[in-house]
């Protein structure tokens, strides 16, 4: 799961991203307005941590930004401002959550995956798909109620086949996804070609009915 720390609180920031690390996400950061609008632009992100005071302009711009675009991304706002009307403002742009400052890292943690249940996998953290089911909470794979031993990159790879199964996920996206924005400056993506090949190996030795179609010269779609 990729998500965006959009902050100019340096100690705040490093603080935030640190724990996300520790939980097994993919971090990726803006310090600024005009930084924190190119990535939202380009990038997409399971969920955005949005500041509403930036160098350049404010987190609500964005926002606004974002609805005019027609861009998502499970958006909750961190604010030091604790004003009924920034919290209207937010949500009624398309924020998910309001967190205000100082807050504890295992709530916002809790705010994460209560907004991303509410909209991956029709609401749940538990994805059955034949005889696998995925623990998204936990990062648990099973087949036919067998643990599948997977390192973390093929349980990333494999949770996000999951949630776009039946549709063509290109190996740009999927790149981004499980190893962040920088990705894109990579020459080639001949070591996501390994991890698919290992999770494909592991899933047809623990028995699952899943099937990764390889889309030549595109991408990967997962089937059941």
Not at 22 to 50: F, G, P, Q, R
Not at 99 to 117: C, D, G, Q, Y
Request: one cysteine or more; proline letters at 1%.
């Amino acid at each position: 799961m990729k998500i965006l720390i959009i902050e100019d609180e340096y100690a705040l920031l490093n603080m935030i991203e640190d724990f996300l690390l520790s939980e097994k996400y993919v971090v990726e950061k803006a310090t600024d307005y005009h930084s924190a609008v190119e990535k939202v632009m380009i990038y997409n992100y399971d969920c955005i941590l949005l500041d509403i005071s930036l160098p350049g302009g404010s987190g609500l711009q964005i926002l606004d930004e974002m609805k005019k675009k027609g861009k998502t991304g499970n958006i909750i706002i961190i604010s030091a401002k604790n004003s009924l009307e920034d919290k209207i403002s937010g949500l009624n742009l398309g924020a998910d959550d309001y967190l205000t400052k100082p807050f504890h890292l295992s709530e916002l943690n809790a705010r994460i995956k209560a907004v991303m249940r509410r909209k991956q996998s029709d609401g749940k953290l538990l994805l059955s798909l034949g005889n696998l089911s995925i623990d998204f909470a936990c990062r648990i794979v099973e087949v036919n109620n067998n643990i599948l031993r997977l390192n973390r990159k093929e349980f990333d790879i494999l949770a996000f086949l999951a949630t776009n199964r039946n549709r063509l996920v290109t190996k740009e996206a999927l790149a981004e996804h499980v190893w962040g924005d920088n990705i894109d400056m990579a020459d080639n993506f001949d070591f996501i070609y390994w991890q698919v090949k290992n999770l494909r190996k592991k899933l047809k030795d623990g028995g699952s009915e899943l099937t990764i179609e390889n889309v030549y010269g595109t991408g990967y779609k997962l089937t059941v």
